[in-house]
C-alpha cells in the first residue's frame, strides 16, 4: 500500500449533501477496494486564479488515503465521471514524509 492525497474541486454552487455524496462513494471505492482513507480536510469555498469551466469559485476538499494503484485508478475515474467535480489531482506522496506525517510528535525534553 502506498499513501495517496486526493485534492477534490467542486462546483461552488453544488449543494453540500451533493458533495457529501460523492465524497461517500470515493470513501467507498476506496474501501471496497482494499484502500484504507485516511483523513479528510474541508477547505471551503476558494476564489479561482482564472476560470475553470466558466467558474470563478470552487468548494475543495482535501483525501489521504493509504491503497495500491489500481484503487487509485478507480477512484480517478470515479470522480472524472462526477458532474459535480470541477478537477481533481492524485499525488503519491513519498514514502519518507507520509511515515513522519503518520509519527506522532515528541514532547520536546525541558
Do not use: C
Request: aromatic share 6%; hydrophobic share 45%.
Amino acid at each position: 500500500m502506498r499513501p495517496y492525497e486526493v485534492m477534490v474541486i467542486f462546483d461552488a454552487a453544488t449543494e453540500p449533501p451533493a458533495i457529501q455524496a460523492v465524497l461517500d462513494r470515493a470513501l467507498e471505492t476506496i474501501r471496497t477496494t482494499g484502500g484504507t482513507p485516511g483523513a479528510i480536510d474541508r477547505w471551503g469555498r476558494r476564489t479561482f486564479a482564472y476560470e475553470v469551466m466558466h467558474k470563478r469559485e470552487g468548494y475543495y476538499v482535501l483525501v489521504e488515503l493509504n491503497a495500491d494503484p489500481q484503487t487509485v485508478a478507480d477512484l480517478d475515474r470515479l470522480l472524472a465521471l462526477a458532474d459535480e467535480v470541477l478537477r481533481h489531482k492524485v499525488i503519491r506522496l513519498p514514502d519518507k514524509q507520509a511515515k513522519t506525517a503518520a509519527a506522532p510528535a515528541e514532547p520536546a525534553a525541558s
